[in-house]
């Protein structure tokens, strides 16, 4: 690893003038921003990194480069910012060629994250994250005032600042390396595997950590993984590659998860894709039984008369939250008697995924659907789920091909 001086020097070329807010400059709706025509990469030993690359990388999302070990997605993200120059091909971004650009000046709108967050040891953190604000010009106080801001924008606890960062967990320093990308509030981020080193519990909150920073900022992000599932959690389009760095395939996720391109494609999504596709799927049309949920203190005979006969129900407290499982028939009104109903799925918000997993570990094979406050809005079994996948797909092929990316259903 290059010495903090070489770094230094580094980022000095990389920031210069202040990149305009992404707020103001970017029109409305989803455009191309990004345009990697034609490009193929031969390094000197004769390794073909990149061969004929074509990708049209849209404003306002996030576009993964996913595919195994050695496929070319670091050589094609450093190209972007010129780290890499291509053997042959153009990249352009906002319509213009990179290489009629100085560096310094491609460079300033690019923010730059990668694995293990390479961030300066000797500094606090408040420091590593004010580093380009500094280049730029910015006084000590307002750097440190930006930096603070940004601390609280990727959940860094305020305590943190004068922290170095061998005294924080790898999850914390990655936190800080995106912030300090953010820092100059670049419209571009380039990210290359950066929650790879990780444990999975801290990759996901990075994750969803980041989503809701890009729905905060609405950047450009190109992010370099291997990993399929973090590809699909966190990707707008996503595009695969084979090795010898061609393009297998490149689509929203959910259109990857149930039209695969190809064999090679499949196999890298793995076993259960039909099951993953469901968290592109909303439960808000879920069909809910209500006929089988009672107030705790109904009347057992109409338990019996309104549920399906000998089906089990489920009682609520007075405010409509769930309590458990009970049979009408047999049931003596004890509380503590009724059977847990489980882990409970939010309609609307969550996905049909997770609701047909909360089927498959509810004791009655029926989930429990509550809204935001947590009262029950109804059930449902493996069948009304199923049909709902039916409709949706339905839906769906019906549906004219949509340019913007599907909305995540949650997970
Ligand atoms: P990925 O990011 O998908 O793992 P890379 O873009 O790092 O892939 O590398 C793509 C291919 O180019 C690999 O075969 C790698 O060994 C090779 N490669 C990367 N950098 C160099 C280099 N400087 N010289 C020669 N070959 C390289």
């Given at each position: 690893m290059a010495g903090s001086g070489h770094r230094l020097i580094r980022l000095r070329t990389l920031v210069h003038v202040i990149a305009p807010r992404a707020g103001k400059a970017v029109p409305e709706g989803f455009r191309r921003l990004i345009a990697i025509e034609d490009v193929s990469k031969r390094y000197a030993d004769g390794t073909v990194a990149v061969d004929r690359l074509s990708l049209q990388i849209p404003d306002h999302s996030i576009t993964v480069l996913v595919g195994p070990s050695g496929c070319g997605k670091t050589t094609t993200l450093r190209m972007i910012n010129r780290m890499i120059e291509p053997s042959s091909g153009t990249i352009r971004v906002g319509?213009?060629?990179?290489?009629?650009?100085?560096?310094?000046?491609?460079?300033?709108?690019?923010?730059?994250?990668?694995?293990?967050?390479?961030?300066?040891?000797?500094?606090?953190?408040?420091?590593?994250?004010?580093?380009?604000?500094?280049?730029?010009?910015?006084?000590?106080?307002?750097?440190?005032?930006?930096?603070?801001?940004?601390?609280?924008?990727?959940?860094?606890?305020?305590?943190?600042a004068r922290r170095y960062p061998y005294q924080l967990s790898g999850g914390q320093q990655q936190r800080v390396g995106v912030a300090r990308a953010l820092a100059a509030d670049p419209p571009i981020l380039l990210m290359d595997e950066p929650f790879s080193a990780v444990d999975p519990v801290v990759r996901r909150s990075l994750q969803e950590e980041l989503l809701r920073i890009q729905g905060e900022l609405g950047k450009a992000i190109v992010f370099v993984t291997h990993d399929m599932d973090e590809a699909i959690t966190i990707g707008d389009r996503i595009a695969v590659l084979r090795t010898g760095g061609r393009l297998a395939q490149f689509a929203a996720p959910d259109e990857i998860l149930s039209s695969p391109a190809d064999p090679f494609v499949e196999e890298f999504l793995g076993s259960d894709r039909g099951i993953r596709g469901l968290s592109f799927l909303s439960t808000r049309d879920l069909e809910l039984d209500r006929s089988r949920v009672f107030p705790v203190g109904s009347d057992r005979r109409e338990m019996s008369g309104r549920a399906p006969e000998g089906a089990p129900v489920l009682v609520t407290d007075a405010d409509g939250r769930p309590l458990g499982w009970a049979d009408p028939g047999s049931w003596d009104g004890n509380v503590e008697a009724l059977e847990p109903y489980g882990p409970v799925f939010e309609v609307g918000r969550d996905s049909l995924r997770v609701a047909l997993d909360r089927t498959v570990l509810s004791p009655t094979g029926q989930a429990v659907g509550v809204d935001g406050s947590g009262k029950v809005l109804g059930v449902a079994g493996q069948e009304t789920v199923a049909a709902a996948i039916r409709s949706a797909r339905r839906r769906r092929a019906a549906d004219a091909p949509q340019e913007a990316p599907a909305v995540k259903a949650g997970r």
């Open positions: 319509g213009e060629d990179v290489r009629a650009r100085p560096v310094n000046t491609l460079r300033r709108s690019m923010g730059y994250v990668i694995q293990n967050a390479g961030l300066f040891q000797h500094r606090t953190v408040l420091d590593n994250i004010a580093t380009v604000p500094r280049l730029l010009g910015w006084s000590r106080q307002r750097a440190r005032e930006r930096a603070a801001e940004l601390m609280e924008r990727v959940g860094l606890d305020p305590a943190m």
